[in-house]
């Protein structure tokens, strides 16, 4: 059975964690996220703008949780 590496939090507690998964923006599919990158207010700030669709690795919808490292 697998386990998850990373668990799912608010934006607004992301702030200084880890990123556990790659997070793109479409158009034009560039990683606004990649793991192991430190999680910025301006991170946040553009993951919570609405300007673009948000899509996790492996192509999942972004359902407004980002994945951090434990």
């Known amino acids: 059975r697998s386990r998850l590496l990373y668990e799912e939090i608010e934006p607004s507690n992301a702030v ?5 998964e790659f997070i793109y923006g479409f158009p034009p599919g560039i990683p606004l996220l ?7 207010e ?3 700030r553009q993951l919570s703008s609405g300007d673009v669709r948000l899509m996790l690795g492996g192509g999942r919808t972004y ?6 490292l434990p």
């Not at 200084?16 to 556990?20: A, D, I, L, Q």
């Not at 359902?63 to 951090?68: A, E, F, K, R, S």
């Open 42 to 44: 301006d991170t946040v």
């Open 63 to 68: 359902q407004g949780l980002i994945p951090v």
């Open 34 to 40: 990649i793991p192991g990158e430190v999680i910025t």
């Open 16 to 20: 200084g964690r880890v990123s556990g």
